[in-house]
Antibody, heavy 119, light 107 residues
């Protein structure tokens, strides 16, 4: 059974750094063709892709966040970490992590975690 | 970046209707398009990958197709559990991009 779960703070102050952890089971990030990505959804708005990291360390992130995003993995812990620096109220959103297989979309998703950026 | 234009943004339908949702890509996707269903307060569920391949467990009333850069999700005989918001997503190139979503609501 494949599961993913996001964890991290629910409230962050502007200019602070947000660190979110995706802990998963049922697959490994050492398996070929596997990746874990992050997607966020501001309240009432559409999904927005953020970043992905693959079994072979190849990673990509959306460029319009001006270098604020970092994605890393800890294969031994079955975790992927997303770091977003210098947060702003516009970063308020539900953040999801999801598994992807090469040539496919994101097939398994976590339940999401709502992060509010406010002073 | 590849732009995904999804329409309609809202669709009113009744149980039993045939529903069609469209996404237009700003360039070729080589079939690398997925569809997701999202219900309020829940994570998206994957329905279709590579334009027309159903995920395991997805009912056969869902289907996907494409004509060049126009991609279509069709729901034959809409069921009560299908009222939700649907998103397309391209994964042909980074950054991956989603359509703006289509809310299927009860007429």
């Amino acid at each position: 059974q494949i599961t993913l779960k996001e964890s991290g703070p629910t409230l962050v102050k502007p200019t602070q750094t947000l660190t979110l952890t995706c802990t998963f089971s049922g697959f490994s990030l050492s398996d070929p063709d596997v990746g874990v990505g992050w997607v966020r959804q501001p309240p009432g708005r559409a999904l927005e892709w953020l970043a992905v990291i693959h079994w072979n360390e190849v990673k990509h992130h959306r460029p319009d966040l001006n270098g604020r995003l970092t994605i890393t993995k800890d294969t031994s812990k079955n975790q992927v970490v997303l770091i977003l620096t210098n947060v702003d109220p516009v970063d308020t959103a539900t953040y999801f992590c999801a598994r992807r297989l090469i040539w496919r979309g994101m097939d398994y998703w976590g339940q999401g975690t709502l992060v509010t950026v406010s002073s | 970046d590849i732009q995904m234009t999804q329409y309609p943004s809202t669709l009113s339908a009744s149980v039993g209707d045939r529903v069609t949702i469209t996404c237009r890509a700003s360039q070729s996707l080589n079939s690398y398009l997925a569809w997701y269903q999202q219900k309020p307060g829940k994570a998206p569920d994957s329905l279709i990958y590579r334009t027309s391949n159903l995920e395991s467990g997805v009912p056969s009333r869902f289907s996907g197709s494409a004509s060049e850069t126009e991609f279509t999700l069709t729901i034959d005989s809409l069921q009560p559990e299908d009222f939700a918001t649907y998103y397309c997503q391209q994964y042909r190139s980074y950054p991956w991009t989603f359509g703006g979503g289509t809310k299927v609501e009860m007429k």
